[in-house]
């Protein structure tokens, strides 16, 4: 069965900051993989996503993130951390993109 | 171009009552997805209707049920409310067409608080 881990439940950090979130996941094949990020009160809004290709994926608000076959991780980083970044972050995985495992999410503050 | 919207945006229910809950589509979509988010934890997939028929379940018992209009629209219904069923209810809609990767468009959810 497919599983997902995001190990950091929480991570602070400050404003301008670098950021890296983990994401590891088991899988029987290399999945579709995905960010997504959502704000109190908010739905789930994509940041990236994976299928193949090139290893580093670039995506909205300035973030990437790089996929390792070798370790089943498909981490997310920021060069420069906004506070309007602060947020909850979910890694997920899925065969099609569609029927999406997510992981239990990252919660990122951000201070000044 | 009107994103997906979900309603209502709260609800209180008692166990053992049912719910409805209702998702409009995004323009142009022909899929919806539905999933659970219990507090402090990641969505959970329930299902996914394309073309009005169930099209993938997750692991949810049968007293979780949904409909899918001609319109793409769709309802999620939950029998017999638990306790545990309290959770924010997302609906999701793509375009489903042959040899295209379609990201999946999230409503804001709907939060169920059963008591």
């Known amino acids: 069965a497919q599983s997902v881990t995001q190990p950091d439940i929480h991570i602070t950090v400050s404003e301008g900051a670098s950021l890296e979130l983990r994401c590891n996941y088991s899988?029987?094949?290399?999945?579709?993989l995905f960010w997504y990020v959502q704000s109190p009160g908010q739905g789930l809004q994509l940041l990236l996503k994976?299928?193949?290709?090139?290893?580093l994926v670039q995506g909205i608000k300035g973030f990437e993130a790089e996929f390792k076959r070798s370790q089943s991780s498909f981490n997310l980083r920021k060069p420069s951390v906004h506070w309007s970044d602060a947020a909850e972050y979910f890694c997920?995985?899925?065969?099609?993109?569609?029927?999406?495992?997510f992981g239990a999410g990252t919660t990122v503050t951000v201070r000044a | 171009e009107t994103g997906v919207t979900q309603s209502p945006t709260h609800l209180i229910k008692t166990r053992g009552q049912q719910v409805t809950l209702r998702c409009s589509s995004q323009?142009?979509?022909?899929?919806v997805s539905w999933y659970q988010q219990a507090l402090g934890q990641g969505p959970q997939f329930i299902f996914q209707?394309?073309?009005?028929?169930?099209?993938g379940r997750g692991n949810f018992p049968p007293r979780f049920s949904g409909l899918q209009f001609p319109n793409y629209s769709s309802e999620l219904n939950v029998n017999a409310l638990e306790l545990d069923d309290s959770a924010l209810y997302l609906c999701?809609?793509?375009?489903?067409?042959?040899?295209?990767?379609?990201?999946?468009?999230f409503g804001p959810g709907t939060r169920l608080t059963v008591l």
């Open positions: 999701a809609s793509s375009l489903v067409a042959l040899d295209s990767h379609n990201e999946q468009f």
């Open positions: 899988y029987g094949a290399t999945p579709y």
């Open positions: 994976y299928f193949s290709g090139d290893t």
């Open positions: 997920a995985v899925g065969l099609y993109d569609y029927k999406l495992s």
């Open positions: 323009s142009g979509h022909n899929t």
């Open positions: 209707y394309y073309r009005e028929e169930e099209n």
